[in-house]
């Protein structure tokens, strides 16, 4: 099959193609080119068009959370019922697809959800994006992520307990692991010894670490430590990222959810007492955002996209989009913020070489949108088709 449009990115962050075509066989991409040119080359293969719209890589969040339910006004019910749970989460999914996502990472959810989703997909029963899952977070008794529902945490104090803690993970059929190790309004929770034989312990077994980190010394715990991507990273320095950039890490800056707590507090909308009762530390996040974002970028650390969904109970799922949209405004241009939600997150899942560009040789992952978002980076909200491994499944 030939997908066709009047545009064509790559997602490299540079390359865009006027009349463009991909040609997809057995859920890879096998050729990539103007259009001209790739009909030529199999003039046989069925060929779909997409009129005034433009082909690209699926979008990739790396900072998902399935099926937080806290702010639903059922929560009760969740909390009793983990049908219910896993029926909120099926739709999430098929949510996440019609938003253009076709890769998500799970940094901790109740019930191993992410992995029964897997399973699930698998055997057909629904689709789902690609799921890479933490299964439950790593937290410090009584820190940040202790108080979530239905044991989306597990508490660990000392090296021994965290070691047992990832291999636990391991087992239940987790392929990553994710560290609480701070908390915005009180500082540093994670030792240095913990945060350390976490990573040493996921990287024996080949499985990477995100770390959510908001402050300087506990960003600089986790840089020391290995962890392979930075979650929020609000009060990072230039030195660090650079620093980052040598180590290969990636940061994942979360822009959109400080934005809309923040947006919701002052309206008073719907929203949890933590942050209702920190609109400080909102503002103040946001406010560094605004400062330091593209100063930051600018020191060629890798940047990908992560949204924290449900985190904060958005009316849309995986706003991937949403967060492009605060990067440009914060002084990317749309094709680098393109590259964030696509190559970068790729290459900080360790998924580089085979997904998050249209490439000859990738999996067949490709969405088309409507308009020109490498001008107009709202475009990317306007989803018109998604393609999963070669398979339409959004679209007519």
């Known amino acids: 099959m030939i997908l066709q449009a009047d545009y064509l990115v790559t997602g490299d962050g540079r390359t865009v193609l006027k009349d463009g075509a991909v040609r997809l066989d057995g ?34 969040d790396l900072h998902n959370h399935i099926a937080y339910f806290d702010g639903q006004p059922n929560r009760e019910d969740f909390l009793r019922s983990p049908a219910l749970r896993a029926l ?27 992995v029964a989703l897997t399973k699930a997909a698998r055997a057909g029963y629904l689709d789902t994006p690609h799921i890479f899952t933490c299964g439950r977070g790593l937290c410090i008794t009584g820190g940040h992520g202790s108080t979530l529902p239905a044991d989306a945490c597990v508490e660990v104090d000392g090296v021994e307990e965290v070691r047992k803690a990832v291999r636990a993970n391991l087992k239940a059929g987790a392929n990553c692991i994710k560290l609480l190790t701070s908390e915005g309004y ?8 913990e945060i350390s034989a976490a990573v040493e312990e996921a ?26 991507t930075i979650e929020h990273g609000t009060h990072l320095t230039a030195a660090q990222c650079r620093q980052m950039r040598e180590n290969g890490q990636t940061w994942v800056p979360t822009i959109y959810v400080f934005e809309y707590s923040l947006q919701q507090v002052e309206s008073s909308g719907h929203i ?15 406010e560094t ?20 969904t449900d985190c904060c109970d958005y009316p849309e799922a995986a706003p991937v989009a949403t967060e492009c949209q605060w990067m440009v405004r914060l002084g990317l241009t749309p094709l680098e913020a393109i590259a964030c939600a696509t ?11 085979r997904t998050g560009l249209l490439q000859a040789g990738y999996e067949a992952d490709v969405i088309a949108v409507r308009g020109r978002p490498f001008e107009d980076i709202s475009a990317l909200s306007q989803v018109e088709a998604v393609y999963l491994s070669g398979r339409q499944v959004v679209g007519a």
């Open 27 to 60: 859920g890879l991409i096998t050729m990539v080119g103007p259009a001209e040119s790739v009909r030529a080359a199999r003039p046989g293969d069925r060929v779909q068009t997409f009129p005034g719209a433009t082909l690209m890589p699926g979008m990739i």
């Open 88 to 114: 909120f989460a099926a739709r999430r999914m098929a949510d996440t697809l019609r938003a253009g996502v076709t890769t998500i990472r799970d940094v901790s959810s109740a019930d191993y959800i992410g």
């Open 186 to 193: 009180r500082g540093e929770e994670m030792r240095q010894e």
């Open 203 to 228: 990287h024996r077994f080949g499985v990477r670490v995100a770390a959510h980190a908001g402050y300087g010394p506990s960003i600089q715990m986790c840089i020391d430590a290995g962890c392979d």
């Open 272 to 286: 949890d007492d933590i942050m209702r009762n920190n609109v400080a530390y909102l503002r103040d996040s946001c």
């Open 289 to 308: 955002y605004e400062k330091n974002f593209k100063a930051l970028y600018d020191t060629g650390v890798r940047v990908a996209c992560g949204t924290d």
């Open 343 to 353: 190559r970068n997150g790729a290459e900080a899942l360790g998924i580089g070489g």
